[in-house]
């Protein structure tokens, strides 16, 4: 899905320090996610936003912060508070999620590792 | 919540036969089970879905099949190509929800 950019594809974080994930989508879509993938396991759910200025917490908040100031972009902020940042972090977008299940189309992804 | 399990998790067959991956959910109220597909660092790719007022849906060699009951459902891909090596995914949620749950993964080899 070429409509999904996440960037920097691989990313390193020194201890104590913040780090931002880029993701922005051209597909006109309502709905953003944040999805963090460990090796052997599945995706699991950071953070996700339905709409412009509004975003809800996921199974696994902690730690990371977003935003949705613009419908085309929602960065994902891993702050030093979690404690165990390393692993692939994967975006994605829908039509906003209502009577009927929207499919999520993903981006390529950022590897982050701990310095 | 959801809890979704997935076998095999390894899964190796030669060329031209058949795969078959099973999930199971424990949510009765999932009624959305979508596959991706994800080959190695790189993007999850849905491959196809299912909706519980059905019981199948075929897309040319691939094929899920659910079973509401049970709570359980399945992909099929037929006459395997090398290019379909690639970890699969399945996952379950509730109408309108945005939280998608995801099995683990299983790692499909076709030995050419």
């Known amino acids: 899905d070429g409509g999904i950019t996440q960037s920097p594809k691989y990313l390193f974080r020194k201890e104590g320090q913040n780090v931002t994930l880029s993701c922005e989508q051209n597909?006109?879509?309502?709905?953003m996610y944040w999805y963090r993938q460990d090796p052997g396991q599945g995706l699991r759910l950071i953070y996700y936003?339905?709409?412009?200025?509004?975003?809800q917490k996921g199974d696994i908040a902690e730690g990371y912060s977003v935003s949705r100031e613009k419908k085309e972009s929602f960065p994902l902020t891993v702050t030093s508070a979690q404690k165990n940042p390393t692993a692939f972090y994967l975006c994605?977008?829908?039509?906003?999620?209502?009577?009927?299940?929207?499919?999520?189309?993903f981006g390529d992804g950022t590897r982050l590792s701990i310095l | 919540g959801e809890n979704v399990e997935q076998h095999p998790s390894t899964l190796s067959v030669q060329e031209g036969d058949s795969a078959v991956i099973k999930c199971t959910y424990s949510?009765?109220?999932?009624?959305?089970f979508p596959w991706y597909k994800q080959e190695l660092g790189k993007r999850p790719q849905l491959i196809i879905d299912?909706?519980?007022?059905?019981g199948e849906k075929k897309d040319q060699r691939i094929a899920v099949t659910l079973n509401k009951t049970a709570k359980h459902f399945s992909l099929h891909i037929t006459e395997t190509q090398p290019e379909d090596s690639a970890v699969y995914f399945c996952?379950?949620?509730?109408?309108?929800?945005?939280?998608?749950?995801f099995g683990t993964g299983t790692r499909l080899t076709v030995i050419p």
């Open positions: 994605a977008s829908s039509r906003r999620q209502g009577g009927s299940n929207q499919p999520q189309h």
């Open positions: 597909l006109n879509h309502d709905a």
């Open positions: 936003s339905q709409i412009v200025n509004d975003f």
């Open positions: 949510d009765s109220a999932s009624n959305y």
């Open positions: 299912i909706r519980s007022n059905v």
């Open positions: 996952a379950a949620s509730r109408t309108g929800a945005n939280n998608l749950f």
